[in-house]
């Protein structure tokens, strides 16, 4: 336990000591890889529910889920790669299309980051065309309104 505790603050501290460039790479390389490797499928198809929260379901070898899988996938990685929890957060949006959307938010020193499986790319929030309901306080498993 110990051992795994001193892998995570080294991987923290050097998430830490990185420059902002070099954060953005990492946002990027995973949010490509997780939306690469994740297929679309709704959580009524794989679930028989409208709506479940979950990892993506592996399915014969292959990743499925819909917007809130990918966003709990990259958190997941960026976990791994030694991102702070405490700098993640889920967020729900409505698209410019009128569909319900979540997302996940990463807090850098310029501002809030989304990454999002409609893009390859970790866009700045206040850049996409997206009206906010909801966002995961930071680090908690609170919500607040943003509406």
Excluded: F
């Amino acid at each position: 336990m110990v051992e795994t505790e001193n892998a995570s603050i080294s991987a923290i501290l050097a998430w830490m000591g990185r420059g902002e460039r070099e954060q953005l790479k990492v946002l990027n390389q995973i949010n490509q890889a997780v939306n690469r490797e994740v297929k679309k499928a709704s959580d009524l198809d794989l679930y028989g529910q409208p709506e479940y929260w979950s990892l993506p379901r592996q399915i014969n070898g292959k990743l499925y889920g819909d917007c809130e899988d990918y966003a709990l996938e990259k958190r997941r990685q960026l976990v791994a790669a030694g991102v702070p929890a405490s700098a993640l957060s889920l967020a729900v949006a409505v698209t410019a299309r009128g569909e319900s959307h979540a997302v996940l938010m990463v807090s850098l020193k310029s501002g809030d980051w989304v990454l999002d499986n409609l893009t390859p790319w970790a866009t700045p929030w206040e850049d996409l065309n997206y009206r906010w309901v909801q966002r995961q306080v930071p680090g908690t498993a609170l919500w607040t309104s943003l509406a």
